[in-house]
């Protein structure tokens, strides 16, 4: 899918495992086994659905073909397209209710669905993926006004996250003071690795 609708570098198969990766660092050690493949598979699919990409509904037919071929239920399989379809950023914030974060109720998959939305969101403490999609949409920029945007992005947006509530998670928000450091220093620095 990556291929197939064009997910630049910022969003593909690296970030996808980073996003997994992440998600199992920060899971809450009473999961069960099928919240963890939950978490697992929302995880790793969840920009296959991109808006930014892909048509949402073709996309979302797409990843629910995979998971049933790959022998899941319909339950499980709806689980993971609820979760991938209204976890981003800008679908939560559009939804706020006075300046609150309104989350959807994902029944048993709750935790899951906080798990990998908080994992995705320590993911983009990462100055690199924002250089990357920045260069990705605007690949004629000026490298002056590129690097404004990324600091601009992470200033007004996710080196705010866990004060605007966006992290609540405790082993995700342990992560943060770390994350911040490498990426005012590689914003500093402008070292997008």
Sequence with gaps: MCKEYNIDESHDLTHAIDCVETAHRISDYDLSADEKEIITYAAAVHDCVDKKYADVEEATN??????????????????????????????????????????????????????????DLL?????????QYQKHIAPDMPEEEMWARV???????????????????????????????????????????
């Design 123 to 131: 993911c983009s403490y990462k100055v690199k993926r924002c250089y």
């Design 151 to 193: 600091n601009n992005l992470f200033q007004r947006r996710v080196f705010k996250y866990v004060t605007n509530g966006w992290l609540s998670m405790p082993k995700a928000q342990a992560l943060v003071p770390a994350l911040i450091r490498q990426a005012e220093e590689d914003i500093a620095h402008r070292f997008p690795e």
């Design 62 to 119: 797409k990843v629910r073909s995979f998971l049933l071929s790959e022998g899941w239920t319909a339950e499980r399989t709806q689980a993971v397209l609820n979760i991938i379809n209204t976890m981003s950023y800008s679908t939560l914030n559009k939804a706020m209710v006075d300046n609150k974060i309104v989350y959807p109720d994902h029944g048993p998959y709750q935790r899951a669905y906080h798990t990998v939305r908080q994992a």
